[in-house]
T-cell receptor, first 115, second 118 residues
Framework: NAGVMQNPRHLVRRRGQEARLRCSPM?????VYWYRQLPEEGLKFMVY????????ESGMPKERFSAEFPKEGPSILRIQQVVRGDSAAYFC?????????????FGSGTRLTVV | AQTVTQSQPEMSVQEAETVTLSCTYD???????LFWYKQPPSRQMILVIR??????QNATENRFSVNFQKAAKSFSLKISDSQLGDTAMYFC???????????????FGKGTKLTVNP
């Protein structure tokens, strides 16, 4: 079992470009969570998705950020027109249905640097 | 809204000694879960230990144990026989008990940087 796979591991974007972060959950996991970690901070919840559905996006900025988890393929976190303040580590986690309370499995994160 | 506070930004301990990391939280919920996650320099988030609020017995996992005080809303982590590989950031986290259709999101503290010295 390959675990939660995130790519790329590092991503550099210029201000105004788009960033696409990918997350492949563990086999058998249909729930995906995205978190953002700013420097010297803990992780902050962004969005919780099930296949083809957004369940909770209460932590997503209202503009420029979107997430999807299609029926086939990885979950994508998309940031349009990136700004310096978007520089952070973005973590994806996954769990089987109804087991999030047992603790998710996290990926190794994507570090986004906006220059 | 729930909040999690870790009042010790940094701590250090000698190898083989015992160290306790503090965590307090604020919630009006009665049913919830508490977690400690470890983040080594590799950045990987690793689940260390988990506690269910309705259980009075403190959780233990090998050298790791917690002191869960529900009334005081305190959830400290004790690491016994510290090893060099325990050097990492440690995050305390809270999750509400999920109701049907609800979210299972974690609320994290800001972390404690633990250094184990040889």
């Amino acid at each position: 079992n390959a675990g939660v796979m995130q790519n790329p591991r590092h991503l550099v974007r210029r201000r105004g470009q788009e960033a696409r972060l990918r997350c492949s959950p563990m086999k058998g996991h249909s729930h995906v969570y995205w978190y953002r970690q700013l420097p010297e901070e803990g992780l902050k919840f962004m969005v919780y998705l099930q296949k083809e559905n957004i369940i909770d996006e209460s932590g997503m900025p209202k503009e420029r950020f979107s997430a999807e988890f299609p029926k086939e393929g990885p979950s994508i976190l998309r940031i349009q027109q990136v700004v310096r303040g978007d520089s952070a580590a973005y973590f994806c986690a996954s769990s089987p249905p109804g087991t999030g309370a047992y603790g998710y499995t996290f990926g190794s994160g994507t570090r986004l640097t906006v220059v | 809204a729930q909040t999690v506070t870790q009042s010790q930004p940094e701590m250090s301990v000698q190898e083989a000694e015992t160290v306790t990391l503090s965590c307090t939280y604020d919630t009006s919920e009665n049913n919830y879960y508490l977690f400690w996650y470890k983040q080594p320099p590799s950045r990987q988030m690793i689940l260390v230990i988990r506690q269910e609020a309705y259980k009075q017995q403190n959780a233990t996992e090998n050298r790791f144990s917690v002191n869960f005080q529900k009334a005081a809303k305190s959830f400290s982590l004790k690491i016994s026989d510290s090893q060099l590989g325990d050097t990492a950031m440690y995050f305390c986290a809270f999750m509400k008990h999920k109701v049907q259709g609800g979210s299972e999101k974690l609320v994290f503290g800001k972390g404690t940087k633990l250094t184990v010295n040889p």
